[in-house]
T-cell receptor, first 115, second 114 residues
Framework: GAVVSQHPSRVICKSGTSVKIECRSL??????MFWYRQFPKQSLMLMAT?????????EQGVEKDKFLINHASLTLSTLTVTSAHPEDSSFYIC???????????FGDGTRLSIL | GESVGLHLPTLSVQEGDNSIINCAYS??????FIWYKQESGKGPQFIID?????DKRQGQRVTVLLNKTVKHLSLQIAATQPGDSAVYFC?????????????FGEGTQLTVNP
C-alpha cells in the first residue's frame, strides 16, 4: 500500500518551455502533498506544501509564480515549472501523506533537464 | 536554526556485516522520526519510523534507536546485503511544525562490498 506515482519520470526540453509534473496517490487519499527539489549528492529541499483545495505554502526563497502548484483532489497534485531555464534543471520529487504524524510516501521523482 | 544532520557522509561495509548509520537532531521538540532509503534515480523509500515516546523499534533486519537525552538517532541494518547500498536519510517532524512537514538530514551513502 501507500503507492505514489509521479509522471513523467524524465523531461528534456528547451529553455522557455513550461513543464507540468503530476503526483498521484494511488491507493490512499492524501490530505497533504509535498514537492521537493534535489541536487546531485544533496538532501531533499522542500519547495512547497499543498493541501487539497487550498493554496500551497511555499518555502522561503521559492518563487510561487515560477513553480505553480495545484492540488485539485485528494489523489492528485501538479507542479508546473513555468518558463523553465537551465538553472531549473534538477530532480523534482513529490510525496503524499494522510496528514498528522504519519510518514510521507514518495514518488520516484522527475529528472528535468532544460537545454 | 533547527536542523537534522548526520555524522558520517559515507559508510562502506562488507556483505553480511551489520551497519550503523547515525543522525543528530537539534530540535528538542521533535516527536517523530523516520528513516528513508534512496536508491540512485529513485525517490526515498520508507524504512522505519519511531515516535519520541519510544527508544527502540525493530523491523525486518532494521532497528531504529532514539536517544532523546543527546538528541541522537541511529539505524542499524543486520546482515547487510548488496541491495542495501543506497543513500539513507533521517527525517524529523518537530511537534511545532504544521501538518507532517519533514526536515531531512544530509544523508549517508552506504556501500556494501561483496
Amino acid at each position: 500500500g501507500a503507492v505514489v506515482s509521479q509522471h513523467p519520470s524524465r523531461v528534456i526540453c528547451k529553455s522557455g518551455t513550461s513543464v507540468k509534473i503530476e503526483c498521484r496517490s494511488l491507493d490512499f487519499q492524501a490530505t497533504t502533498m509535498f514537492w521537493y527539489r534535489q541536487f546531485p549528492k544533496q538532501s531533499l529541499m522542500l519547495m512547497a506544501t499543498s493541501n487539497e483545495g487550498s493554496k500551497a505554502t511555499y518555502e522561503q526563497g521559492v518563487e510561487k509564480d515560477k513553480f505553480l502548484i495545484n492540488h485539485a483532489s485528494l489523489t492528485l497534485s501538479t507542479l508546473t515549472v513555468t518558463s523553465a531555464h537551465p538553472e531549473d534543471s534538477s530532480f523534482y520529487i513529490c510525496s503524499a501523506s494522510v496528514g498528522g504524524n504519519q510518514p510521507q510516501h514518495f514518488g520516484d521523482g522527475t529528472r528535468l533537464s532544460i537545454l | 536554526g533547527e536542523s537534522v544532520g548526520l555524522h558520517l557522509p559515507t559508510l562502506s561495509v562488507q556483505e553480511g556485516d551489520n551497519s550503523i548509520i547515525n543522525c543528530a537532531y537539534s530540535n528538542s521538540a521533535s516527536d517523530y522520526f523516520i528513516w528513508y532509503k534512496q536508491e540512485s534515480g529513485k525517490g526515498p523509500q520508507f524504512i522505519i519510523d519511531i515516535r519520541s515516546n519510544m527508544d527502540k523499534r525493530q523491523g525486518q533486519r532494521v532497528t531504529v534507536l532514539l536517544n532523546k537525552t543527546v538528541k541522537h538517532l541511529s539505524l542499524q541494518i543486520a546482515a547487510t546485503q548488496p541491495g542495501d547500498s543506497a543513500v539513507y536519510f533521517c527525517a524529523e517532524n518537530g511537534k511545532e511544525t504544521s501538518g507532517s512537514r519533514l526536515t531531512f538530514g544530509e544523508g549517508t551513502q552506504l556501500t556494501v562490498n561483496p
